[in-house]
């Protein structure tokens, strides 16, 4: 009988509807994406799939290492049956697939998403026109990581990220070493008819001249010694009761570091804090530019839940192409909660939702499991098997 109850026990089927939904936008979008193929002759084991619903668990069960996310694939019943090949996957060939393969179908499969994501997380601020807070983080690598050298003996990459604040969904991303520059990056992520959001590592008179000709518009914190020359004697018109104090079209900067076209700079207090910020948005009250400013905080909670919460910078990877891999997976594992948050709860992305999505998978797993196990428990033996055990 103890043969018998243990096979009946291999055969319980794990399963879990939250995950199925939380995963399903992947599943409709993997036909679109290019077929990962085998450079050789035998067929691919470990498949594209299988790479990206291992990454996903990685990020959504926040493992800390590849030798986790192994050990749960071969020892979790859940991780067995629905992440891992049916055969298993061996470390040799985890490893040589993230950081050999499966870039090229992630970011195709992240812009997909994008656009889902998009159809289904309610927008905000609209009368702003569509806003992209642009940042960069540091994040520690190895010593063995050469290519991220930053300092003499600390290396360190950077991760450039353009943020749609009117959605609160990553739209965008690209990885240098750390001590390449910011600045950039912001007509790669910004695009013609966008306002994209700045800090001041961004400040730059040429680039503001340049994002003007393209069409980028931008919202950019400037230092509060720059020189700025007033191109009429008269600001705008202002509340004596607001917090701004300053509002002028202006001329940045002196010499050849002078701005060629004009544009606005506002300046506001909050907290005895003075800011002054630069843009070309003259269409805007001197208090909304100050608004969109502001959100430029949401790309660092995003920064900060997403560190903290997915682990996404726990390394598994120290190759560029395996670390970007890993990040997209990361960004992926964001949409699919953003998109699952959207259509199940009508809400944002919270740390409650995630929490509760979580157990909930682990709740509907431990149900199947208990169901099936007292079922098998109350069944009645035969008397030749009573007999047998005693």
């Known amino acids: 009988?103890?043969?018998?109850?243990?096979?009946?026990?291999?055969?319980?089927?794990?399963?879990?509807?939250?995950?199925?939904?939380?995963?399903?936008p992947t599943r409709i979008r993997l036909p679109h994406v290019t077929p990962l193929t085998s450079r050789g002759d035998k067929p691919l084991s470990f498949t594209f799939q299988h790479q990206l619903e291992a990454l996903i668990f990685l990020h959504l069960q926040g493992f800390e290492s590849g030798a986790?996310?192994?050990?749960?694939?071969?020892?979790?019943?859940?991780?067995?049956?629905?992440?891992?090949?049916?055969?298993?996957?061996?470390?040799?060939?985890?490893?040589?697939?993230?950081?050999?393969?499966?870039?090229?179908?992630?970011?195709?499969?992240?812009?997909?998403?994008?656009?889902?994501?998009?159809?289904?997380?309610?927008?905000?601020?609209?009368?702003?026109?569509?806003?992209?807070?642009?940042?960069g983080s540091l994040v520690e690598a190895t010593l063995s990581m050469h290519w991220a050298e930053y300092r003499k003996k600390n290396n360190k990459f950077r991760v450039h990220v353009g943020f749609n604040v009117n959605q609160g969904i990553p739209q965008k991303l690209f990885l240098t070493p750390g001590k390449d520059g910011e600045r950039p990056f912001v007509s790669k992520i910004v695009?013609?008819?966008?306002?994209?959001?700045?800090?001041?590592?961004?400040?730059?008179?040429?680039?503001?001249?340049?994002?003007?000709?393209?069409?980028?518009?931008?919202?950019?914190?400037?230092?509060?010694?720059?020189?700025?020359?007033?191109?009429?004697?008269?600001q705008f018109d202002m509340d004596p009761e607001t917090f701004i104090f300053f509002d002028a079209k202006v001329r940045l900067g002196h010499g050849q570091s002078k701005t060629k076209k004009p544009l606005r700079v506002v300046g506001y207090r909050i907290a005895r804090t003075e800011y002054y910020v630069a843009t070309d948005r003259f269409d805007l009250k001197a208090e909304e530019v100050a608004t969109i400013y502001k959100l430029r905080w949401e790309v660092e909670k995003f920064f900060a839940w997403w560190k903290k919460q997915l682990n996404v910078y726990h390394l598994i990877a120290r190759s560029p192409y395996g670390v970007l891999?890993?990040?997209?997976?990361?960004?992926?594992?964001?949409?699919?909660?953003?998109?699952?948050?959207?259509?199940?709860?009508?809400?944002?992305?919270?740390?409650?939702?995630?929490?509760?999505?979580?157990?909930?998978?682990?709740?509907?797993?431990?149900?199947?499991?208990?169901?099936?196990?007292?079922?098998?428990?109350?069944?009645?033996?035969?008397?030749?098997?009573?007999?047998?055990?005693t």
């Open 68 to 135: 986790a996310l192994l050990q749960a694939m071969e020892e979790d019943g859940f991780a067995r049956k629905h992440i891992a090949p049916p055969d298993g996957v061996k470390k040799s060939t985890f490893y040589d697939a993230i950081n050999d393969r499966g870039l090229l179908q992630l970011q195709e499969l992240f812009a997909q998403l994008c656009q889902d994501a998009g159809a289904v997380v309610s927008r905000e601020f609209a009368e702003f026109g569509d806003l992209v807070a642009v940042d």
């Open 191 to 234: 695009n013609p008819g966008q306002t994209g959001i700045l800090d001041r590592g961004y400040q730059d008179h040429g680039e503001f001249d340049q994002w003007q000709e393209d069409g980028r518009h931008f919202v950019c914190r400037i230092k509060k010694r720059t020189l700025k020359e007033l191109i009429t004697l008269e």
């Open 325 to 389: 891999v890993q990040i997209f997976a990361g960004l992926i594992t964001y949409l699919l909660m953003a998109i699952y948050c959207a259509e199940q709860h009508g809400e944002r992305v919270s740390m409650k939702r995630v929490r509760q999505l979580k157990t909930q998978i682990q709740n509907e797993l431990r149900g199947t499991h208990t169901k099936q196990t007292e079922a098998i428990c109350h069944q009645k033996r035969p008397p030749d098997e009573l007999n047998a055990r």
């Open 1 to 24: 009988m103890q043969m018998a109850t243990t096979k009946t026990l291999n055969n319980i089927v794990l399963n879990s509807h939250a995950y199925k939904k939380f995963i399903a």
